[in-house]
């Protein structure tokens, strides 16, 4: 059987993608039937991050070859087009974002909650402290 998938390239933590057309029997390092395309989901600036040649994908699609689930995704993406992608990614960030800045409140008021505790526990205190001197200050006074 024939498969649209993944084969790994690039250099240690930088990783590259050939998208390629290769008999699923094969190694995914090994021989490959022909390459339709890259992903680079490293990219940043004006690089490319995503090439298909969708028309030869169609073609072997057509001929019976089976994607893989994450290719499947990057048809997917790369129907929607670039500005799809960059909206989905600006929503993850803004979720993100929105997560972490409700960690952040919940934490601060965790920490006003443990001074509003310490606080409550330093007036106990001094309250059992007056009540204590209040005894000995009216020994004192009846001494004298």
Known sequence: MVTIRLARG?????????IMVAD????PRGRFIERVGFFNPRAVGGEERLRIDTDR???????????SDRVANLLKQFAKGPEAI????????AAADAKKAAAEKAEAE?????EAAAAEAKKAADAEAA?????AAEEEAAAE
Request: aromatic share 8%; net charge positive.
């Open 10 to 18: 690039g250099a240690k933590k930088r990783p590259f993608y050939g």
């Open 24 to 27: 699923s029997r094969r190694s």
């Open 57 to 67: 994908v169609e073609h072997w699609i057509s001929k019976g070859a089976q994607p």
């Open 86 to 93: 960059e909206a989905e990614k600006a929503k993850l960030t």
């Open 110 to 114: 965790g920490v006003k909650a443990k």
């Open 131 to 135: 009540e204590e001197a209040a005894p």
